[in-house]
C-alpha cells in the first residue's frame, strides 16, 4: 500500500497546498520568468514556501515542477531532470520529520495538442514521460496533473504515469463558467475518461473561485465515484489590481456547501497562501471529528449513467442511441477506393453526413486486406475526432488495432467487439480495461452463432462475469445479440429478440444490434428493417447500428424516443420534423441546366441534374463539354472582377458535388476515374492555415487533377516522401505567415538536395513572386485558380 | 466575458474579398448561416495585466516583468504614455473547428465562417477595450498595438503571453512558428495616460505586409490600420 493509500485511509479531508506563483511573486519573481529555475539558484525560498504550507496543515506539498517540461525549459540552461530533482529534494527537505507527502507537479505542456494545434497526441505522451521518471526517481510520492484544459493532454500525461511509474495519480482540470475547459471539454467527459485510466481521484483547479465552482463540482460528483479534489482560485481576479476577490475566511466557509457533494481533497490555486489552508482546517476539522457521512448527507456509492463521449458530446444511453454504420469498407466500392487512396476526407464527409443526419455514435471500420489497418485506424480515428464531436465504436477484432485505436482515441470510446471465444476474451478484455472503454460482447463463440436464445443468453452471461473479473464496470458492457438473415434462417429470427430481452432483463445489459442484415436477399429492404428495429427496441434494443441517411430508420428511432416518454415534450422530434414535407422535387427547379447551377451556386440542383445526365451523356463529355467550360467562364469572371473569390469557390464547391456523382457513376462500372495528373498539396511545418491550401484543392480536383493533400504543418520530408511516393510532377506548397515562409525554404531546398523531378508552385497572403524567386520555386500563384492555370502548363493539358 | 449578438457582416465581407457589389443572395444565406453558428458556438475571453513603464533608449521596459518592447513603432506608441495594458482576447476554439468542418463539407461556407470569425474578434476587442477603458478610468488610452506590426517582434509573443498567464486564464498558446491557437485571437499593448493621447493610427506605412496587402491592391484597408 502506497503513502498516499494510507492517507486517502486514514483521513477523510486531504489537505493540499495553496498557490504557489503567488507566493514567489511576493518574494519578487518577475512575471514572464520560469519560476522552476528558483529550484536550483533559490532552494531555500521555495522550502521556506513549503514549510509553511507544511505548518498550515497540508497533507499533499506540490514541488515547484508544474511547468518543468522540455518545451517550456527549452534554452533555460538546466534540463527537465535537474529542474525536477531539484524541485522534489526541496519539496522533501521541508517535508523531513513530517508525515507530509511530496507530489510531483505536472501542468499543461503550453503547447496546443492536435488536431487543433500542431503537439502530436504520442509527443505529448514523451514530454510527460520524462517528466514522470526524473519525479519518480526523485522519490516524490504521488504525481499530480493540474490546470489541464484538453482531455486529450491529460489521457496522454495519465498513459505517461501509469506505464513508467507505479506512483498513484490525481488528476484536476480548470473549467469556466460555462461549464466547459476552454479546449470544450465537458464535466462528464472528463470523469467518464478518467474513471477508467486507474488515477487516484480527480476534480477541479483554478479558473474561479469555491463558489463558482459549485455547480462544476456538483456535475462531477454525478459522474465519478473517485475521491473528488477541489483546489480553488481565492475568488475572481481583478486584472487592474492582479488580485483576488475573497477572503481566506470566505474561502473556506464557501466549503461547507461543497461538503455535501461529497469533495474529500482541498487546496487552494492561485492567490491563495498558507491561511487558506490554516482556515479550511478550522472549518472542515469539526466535520471530520463528528463523523461525517450520516450527519451530513454525503452520498455512498452511486450507479454511474452508462455512457460514452468525446471531450465535447457525452451520449448517455438511456433511451435507443443510433449508432451510424457508414465507416465500413464492406461492400463499398468508392468507400474501399477511399482508403486504398488514403482519400482521408473522403471518410470525415461520411461521418458529417452522418452526424448531420441524426447518428448519435459512429462505428468506425477500416479493415481492408490490401491495407495496413492499424495506421489507418489511428489516421481515421484522429481525423474523425477533429470534425465531429460524436462518440466512436471502434470496430475491430485485431488486438493490436484496438489497442492503438482506445489509445488514441480522446474521451470514452465503445470498442466493437469482444466475443464467447477464449482467445477473444483474453486478448480483448484486459485492453478494453486499461483504457477504460466500453464493450460491445457478440453471443458467439468456437462453435459459432448458437441457434437458440438461451445459448446466446447464457454467452453474455460468461461475457458479462469474465468482464466484471477483469474490473470493466457493468454499466460499460454492452451485448450483440447478433441478427440472422430471415430469408436464410426466417425460423431463428425471433431468437435474437428473445436473447436481447433477456440480456436486458435479466443482466441488466445494454444491448446492441446491427439491423440491417435482417432484410438480405429480400425486395423492399427498408420495410423489413425498420419493422424489425422497431420489433427489436420495443424489446429493450438500446443502440441500433444502422445507415442514419435512410430516413425510415432514424425516424423510427425518433418516433421511438417519443412515444417512449424518453424524448421529452417530443422536443427532439419537433425540432426535426416541424414543417417537414415530403419530398417534391422543386418544379422550378427543372429547367435549370448544370452550367446554371455551377453559375449559381446551387449544389443539390447539380447533383439531381449530373445523375439525370448519366442516363443519356457520357461522363467525360459532361465534364468537358459542360463543367470545364462552366468553371472557365466563372475563372474568367473573376479575373476580370466581375464576380469575387466566394463566388469563385462556390462554383468550384457545386462542381465538386457533381463530380462526386460522376466519380461514384465511373467506380460503379468500373471505368477509370478522370485524372489529368497528380499534384500534391501541402501547408508547410508549422503553419496550421490551411483554408487557402484547401481552396486551391477543390478548384484542382474539379479541373480533373488528382490531388494528394498532406495536410498542414507537413513535415520537409514528408513532401519529399510523398513525391517520390507517387512520382507527381507538381507540388503545391503554402505558407500564411512570416514566419512558416522558412519552412517553405527548407522544403524546397529538401526536394532540390534529393532532385527530384518536379516542379514547386507555391502561395499564401505574405509570399511575393519575388520571394518565390529566391527560395527557388518554380511559380509563384496569386490565388487558387492562378494555380489551375499553372497545373495546365506543367501537365501540357 | 463578452457576449456578441452579431457580427459585422460587412466587414467579413470585405475579408472575403467581395468589393463593393451586393453579393449574391446565395451567399447572403451562407453568411447568414454562418453567423449564427459561430455565434452558437464562440467563447470570447479576454484578459488584461496593468504595467509602468520604462522609457530607455533601446527599448520599453515593463516593470516587474522580463518583457521588453523593442523597435521603433511601439516607442512611438507609448509616447508620452506612464503605463502600458498587455492585452489578450480569444473566440475560443470553437470558431477553429467549426471552420475545420466547415471546410470539409463546404468550402464557401468555410471562408464565411473564417472571415466572419476575423471579424468578430475584433468586435470582442473593442468591447473589452471599453470595459477596460472603463476599468482603468479615469485614463487616457491610446490604441491596440500588436506583436508582429511595424518592427515590433512577433517572437516576443511566447513572453507576451506567459506574463499574461494566457493559457490559464483564457486558453490562449502559441506555437513554436508564433502561430497563437485559437487562431481567431488577438494579442496588444495599450498605452496609458494621465494626459489626452493623439489617437492616430500609424498606418499601413509602419506594415510589414503593405507589398503584398490584398487591400491595398485594391485600395482598400486592412482593419490594422
Known sequence: ?797 | MIQLDSINKEEAMRYMGIGNTEPSEIINKIIDKCEAELLDVIHPLYTYSVFDINVSDDCIELKNTSVKLTGNAVKNHLRGCSGAVLFAATLGIEADKLIKRKQITDITSALAADALASAAIEQVCNMAEENIAAALAPVNMTWRFSPGYGDLPLSLQPTFLSVLNAQKRIGLTVTDSLIMLPSKSVTAVIGLSDKPIDKQRQGCAVCNLRDTCQFRKRGDRCVGC
Not at chain 1, 506563483?21 to 518577475?30: E, H, N, P, S, Y
Not at chain 1, 540552461?77 to 523531513?96: F, H, P, Q, R, W
Open chain 1, 1 to 797: 500500500m502506497s503513502a498516499v493509500d494510507k492517507l486517502f485511509d486514514k483521513k477523510f479531508f486531504v489537505y493540499l497546498d495553496g498557490a504557489m506563483g503567488t507566493m514567489l511573486q511576493a518574494r519578487g519573481l518577475k512575471t514572464g520568468e520560469i519560476p522552476e529555475l528558483l529550484n536550483i539558484t533559490s532552494p531555500d525560498i521555495l522550502i521556506s514556501i513549503h514549510r509553511e504550507y507544511i505548518d498550515a496543515g497540508s497533507d499533499i506539498i506540490y514541488a515547484n515542477t508544474f511547468g518543468a517540461n522540455r518545451y517550456k525549459l527549452d534554452g533555460c540552461g538546466y534540463s527537465v531532470d535537474e529542474i525536477i530533482t531539484a524541485g522534489i529534494k526541496n519539496a522533501k527537505k521541508a517535508c523531513e520529520g513530517t508525515d507530509t507527502l511530496v507530489a510531483l507537479d505536472i501542468g499543461p505542456i503550453g503547447q496546443l495538442l492536435e488536431p487543433t494545434g500542431t503537439l502530436a497526441f504520442e509527443d505529448a505522451y514523451d514530454i510527460f514521460k520524462e517528466q514522470i521518471i526524473s519525479g519518480a526517481k526523485a522519490g516524490a510520492d504521488l504525481v499530480v496533473f493540474e490546470t489541464m484544459t484538453d482531455l486529450y493532454e491529460i489521457k496522454a500525461a495519465v498513459l505517461a504515469a501509469r506505464e513508467n511509474s507505479d506512483l498513484p495519480v490525481i488528476c484536476t482540470m480548470t473549467f469556466e463558467d460555462n461549464m466547459r475547459t476552454f479546449t470544450g471539454c465537458s464535466v462528464s467527459a472528463m470523469a467518464l475518461t478518467l474513471n477508467g485510466l486507474g488515477v487516484k481521484a480527480i476534480g477541479v483547479n483554478c479558473s474561479l473561485g469555491p463558489k463558482e465552482l459549485k455547480p462544476v463540482v456538483e456535475e462531477l460528483s454525478m459522474w465519478t465515484n473517485l475521491p473528488l479534489v477541489v483546489k480553488p482560485n481565492a475568488g475572481l481576479p481583478d486584472p487592474a489590481t492582479g488580485g483576488y476577490n475573497i477572503t481566506a475566511q470566505d474561502f473556506a466557509e464557501l466549503f461547507k456547501e461543497l461538503v455535501p457533494l461529497g469533495i474529500r481533497v482541498v487546496g487552494g490555486c492561485c492567490g491563495t497562501s498558507p491561511e487558506f489552508i490554516a482556515r479550511l482546517h478550522r472549518i472542515l476539522d469539526p466535520y471530520e471529528a463528528e463523523g461525517l457521512l450520516p450527519v451530513h448527507g454525503i452520498k455512498e456509492n452511486k450507479v454511474i449513467p452508462a455512457a460514452v463521449c468525446s471531450p465535447g458530446k457525452t451520449v448517455i444511453i438511456d433511451s435507443p442511441k443510433i449508432i451510424g454504420e457508414r465507416i465500413n469498407p464492406t461492400g463499398k466500392k468508392l468507400f474501399k477506393q477511399a482508403l486504398v487512396n488514403n482519400d482521408i476526407d473522403y471518410i470525415l464527409g461520411q461521418a458529417i453526413e452522418q452526424a448531420e443526419a441524426g447518428a448519435d455514435i459512429l462505428d468506425v471500420n477500416v479493415g481492408l486486406p490490401d491495407i495496413y489497418e492499424r495506421a489507418m485506424m489511428v489516421r481515421t480515428v484522429k481525423a474523425l475526432q477533429s470534425v465531429t464531436e460524436l462518440p466512436l465504436q471502434i470496430d475491430s477484432t485485431v488486438p493490436e488495432v484496438v489497442e492503438a485505436a482506445l489509445r488514441v482515441y480522446n474521451g470514452k470510446p465503445i470498442l466493437n467487439s469482444v466475443n464467447g471465444e477464449e482467445n477473444s476474451l483474453n486478448t480483448i478484455l484486459p485492453i478494453v480495461k486499461k483504457y477504460g472503454a466500453a464493450v460491445v460482447g457478440l453471443t458467439l463463440d468456437e462453435d459459432g452463432i448458437p441457434k437458440t436464445a438461451q445459448k446466446r443468453f447464457e454467452i453474455a452471461q460468461k461475457i458479462l462475469k469474465r468482464a466484471l473479473d477483469i474490473g470493466i464496470p457493468r454499466e460499460d458492457i454492452y451485448i450483440d445479440c447478433l441478427t440472422l438473415t430471415a430469408s436464410a434462417e426466417q425460423e431463428n429470427v425471433m431468437q435474437t429478440l428473445y436473447a436481447l430481452k433477456r440480456v436486458k432483463d435479466e443482466l441488466g445489459l445494454k444491448t446492441v444490434l446491427g439491423v440491417s442484415n435482417i432484410s438480405f436477399g429480400l425486395p423492399n429492404r427498408g420495410l423489413i428493417n425498420s419493422t424489425f428495429l422497431t420489433m427489436a427496441m420495443h424489446s429493450g434494443l438500446d443502440l441500433p447500428i444502422i445507415n442514419p441517411n435512410n430516413s425510415a430508420m432514424t425516424g423510427a428511432v425518433r418516433a421511438f424516443r417519443l412515444l417512449t416518454n424518453a424524448d421529452k415534450n417530443s422536443a427532439e422530434y419537433i425540432s426535426v420534423y416541424n414543417g417537414f414535407k415530403a419530398d417534391t422535387p422543386d418544379r422550378s427547379a427543372e429547367n435549370i441546366t448544370l452550367d446554371y447551377a455551377i453559375e449559381h451556386g446551387l449544389k443539390s440542383e447539380a447533383r439531381r441534374i449530373t445523375s439525370e445526365l448519366l442516363k443519356t451523356t457520357e461522363p467525360m463529355s459532361i465534364i468537358n463539354d459542360i463543367i470545364i467550360p462552366a468553371l472557365d467562364k466563372a475563372g474568367a469572371g473573376f479575373e476580370s472582377g466581375k464576380i469575387f473569390l466566394p463566388q469563385l469557390i462556390l462554383s468550384a464547391g457545386v462542381a465538386q458535388e457533381a463530380f462526386d456523382v460522376l466519380k461514384a457513376h465511373m467506380v460503379k462500372s468500373d471505368s477509370a476515374p478522370v485524372n489529368r495528373g497528380e499534384i500534391i498539396v501541402a501547408t508547410v511545418k508549422g503553419d496550421v492555415h490551411d483554408i487557402g491550401k484547401n481552396i486551391v484543392k477543390v478548384l484542382l480536383e474539379n479541373y480533373g487533377y488528382t490531388v494528394i493533400d498532406l495536410g498542414k504543418d507537413v513535415d520537409y520530408q514528408t513532401v519529399v516522401d510523398a513525391v517520390k511516393e507517387h512520382n507527381v510532377k507538381l507540388v503545391g506548397l503554402s505558407a500564411l505567415m512570416t514566419t512558416t515562409l522558412v519552412s517553405m525554404k527548407e522544403t524546397i531546398e529538401l526536394i532540390h538536395q534529393n532532385e527530384l523531378d518536379c516542379k514547386i508552385v507555391v502561395g499564401g497572403a505574405v509570399l511575393t513572386p519575388e520571394y518565390a524567386k529566391k527560395i527557388k520555386a518554380d511559380y509563384y500563384a496569386k490565388d487558387a485558380k492562378e494555380t489551375v492555370d499553372i497545373a495546365k502548363a506543367v501537365f501540357g493539358n
